[in-house]
């Protein structure tokens, strides 16, 4: 443990956790220094930040933004997420961060249009009131969670895998906005931008080099470190790709909670002698 956790989620998004219970299961895990990131929403940082005035833990501003990319070879799109951290002037990117609820707003409706399709049931009540009526809220998860209530499926990932994922009769794609632009209107708000999770899109080892190539050469600051639990091979490229391009690392757990309790807070890969964490840079 090394007290620094750069991914976490909160009930704001798709976490269990409410941002004044996220703080305080950090303090208790030792960590210090902990951005809250929730999904295209930064509504949960001033409650994360009040709880930590009574605590000896620094609140990094940060979201996870929903965003795309392509290969002109292919001219397929593909989705990635982006962190932004520690934003000095927010006010840009919170004008991309309303779209980009109300685009998550409408694709929960289509979802839930497309379930009622395949099981006859209509969800979409029942979704929002997991996200207290505020339907830019609504993630994937939220949807999994409420097909569990019902009994069409016994556990959250069963919904993913029979309806909620690529390729499935439920599945939307998000319609993110472009790498280019997310890494610039994060650096408009003077933050970092962050490649989330490089090796969790089910990608290629030749398009996940591609994808951080092109992230470094639009401007990118740090790429995610893989976590403890995957492959020695998958850390060895990152680290290869990030020492290539001059990248800084960032690390964090994608504390999620009791939806997801194979990850804990905290528990974040350990940086390599000569990585520079992307937490050196902040204010």
Same mark, same amino acid.
């Given at each position: 443990?090394? /007290?620094?956790?750069?991914?976490? !989620?909160?009930?704001?998004?798709?976490?269990?956790?409410?941002?004044?219970?996220?703080?305080?299961?950090?303090?208790?895990?030792?960590? !210090?220094?902990?951005?809250?990131?929730?999904?295209?929403?930064?509504?949960?940082?001033?409650?994360?930040?009040?709880?930590?005035?009574?605590?000896?833990?620094?609140?990094?501003?940060?979201?996870? =933004?929903?965003? *795309?990319?392509?290969?002109?070879?292919?001219?397929?799109?593909?989705?990635?997420?982006?962190?932004?951290?520690?934003?000095?002037?927010?006010?840009?990117?919170?004008?991309?961060?309303?779209? $980009?609820?109300?685009?998550?707003? &409408?694709?929960?409706?289509?979802?839930? $249009?497309?379930? *009622?399709?395949?099981?006859?049931?209509?969800?979409?009540?029942?979704?929002?009131?997991?996200?207290?009526?505020?339907?830019?809220?609504?993630?994937?998860?939220?949807?999994?969670?409420?097909?569990?209530?019902?009994?069409?499926?016994?556990? &959250?990932?069963?919904?993913?895998?029979?309806?909620?994922?690529? +390729?499935?009769?439920?599945?939307?794609?998000?319609?993110?906005? /472009?790498? &280019?632009?997310? =890494?610039?209107?994060?650096?408009?708000?003077? /933050?970092?931008?962050?490649? &989330?999770?490089?090796?969790?899109?089910?990608?290629?080892?030749?398009?996940?080099?591609?994808?951080?190539?092109?992230?470094?050469? $639009?401007? +990118?600051?740090?790429?995610?470190?893989?976590?403890?639990?995957?492959?020695?091979?998958?850390?060895?490229?990152?680290?290869?790709?990030?020492?290539?391009? $001059?990248?800084?690392?960032?690390? /964090?757990?994608?504390? !999620?909670?009791?939806?997801?309790?194979?990850? !804990?807070?905290?528990?974040?890969?350990?940086?390599?002698?000569?990585?520079?964490?992307?937490?050196?840079?902040?204010?």
């Amino acid at each position: 443990m090394n /007290g620094v956790d750069l991914h976490t !989620h909160s009930n704001i998004s798709d976490g269990s956790h409410s941002p004044e219970m996220l703080v305080r299961a950090a303090v208790e895990k030792g960590i !210090h220094t902990l951005a809250l990131t929730d999904h295209d929403s930064m509504d949960g940082l001033s409650l994360a930040e009040k709880t930590a005035a009574e605590f000896p833990i620094k609140i990094i501003s940060g979201v996870e =933004i929903s965003s *795309q990319w392509s290969r002109p070879s292919t001219k397929k799109t593909y989705g990635v997420h982006i962190i932004a951290l520690n934003m000095q002037d927010p006010e840009p990117l919170q004008q991309v961060l309303r779209q $980009q609820q109300k685009t998550r707003a &409408a694709r929960a409706i289509e979802i839930c $249009q497309l379930l *009622q399709s395949c099981t006859g049931l209509d969800l979409y009540a029942d979704v929002v009131a997991k996200v207290d009526g505020i339907a830019d809220r609504i993630t994937r998860t939220h949807i999994a969670q409420t097909l569990v209530e019902h009994g069409v499926v016994k556990r &959250a990932q069963q919904a993913f895998d029979a309806y909620l994922k690529e +390729g499935k009769k439920a599945y939307v794609k998000f319609e993110g906005i /472009g790498l &280019a632009e997310t =890494i610039d209107v994060i650096h408009a708000s003077q /933050g970092f931008a962050v490649l &989330a999770h490089p090796t969790r899109y089910g990608l290629s080892a030749t398009n996940i080099r591609y994808l951080v190539e092109l992230f470094a050469q $639009q401007g +990118g600051d740090a790429v995610e470190l893989p976590q403890r639990a995957e492959p020695a091979g998958t850390r060895q490229m990152i680290d290869r790709m990030v020492t290539l391009h $001059q990248l800084k690392v960032s690390i /964090g757990s994608d504390f !999620h909670g009791d939806h997801m309790p194979w990850i !804990h807070l905290g528990n974040v890969p350990q940086v390599k002698e000569g990585q520079v964490g992307i937490w050196e840079s902040f204010v």
